[in-house]
């Protein structure tokens, strides 16, 4: 940012102390339910139905039900817990693996031009579901995000759910 004479400046800022108070409050963020949707989606019977593209021994592969892009998956443990130091060296080996095959299917059957790969822990991190920590898997365009996000707060997704887990199921038979 600049001044009327053309000096730059820092950012301007607006305190507000009393946040904090509340920032450290504890707060109830459970489900609304009584149990974990990520807990639950392994249990169903029909993996189309839950966008369910793969079973491990360990951690399982799904889809997004808000993807940010088409394509958007996360690798998920069996194991309820909210951070990655609680999880056994078999599962994250696992979780990486089917990271790394995820993204193979996803390279292959849609062609994405980049990845972004990672996890939130935490409600103060970002995690929409802290209470069991889960990888997301992205794929990128080049132009892939517009004004819609920004301006009108919707994300304009070019194919159906449905159409793109039909895409990704059959890289995973194998």
Known sequence: MSDAGGQRRGPDIMWAPWRMAYITAEHDHGFAGPECVFCDIPRRRDDAA?????????????????????????????????????????TLAEMMALTRRAQAVVADRMRPQGFNVGMNQGRAAGAGIADHVH??????????TNF????????????????TYALLRPGFDT
């Open 50 to 90: 839950s966008y369910l593209l793969h079973r491990g021994e360990r951690a399982f592969v799904v889809m997004n039900l808000y993807p940010y892009n088409n394509g958007h998956l996360m690798v998920i443990p069996y194991a309820h817990v909210d951070s990655l130091l609680a999880l056994d060296a078999d």
């Open 135 to 144: 990888m997301h898997l992205l794929p990128r365009w080049v132009g892939d």
């Open 148 to 163: 819609m996000p920004a301006l009108g707060d919707t994300r304009v997704m070019p194919q159906h759910l449905d159409d």
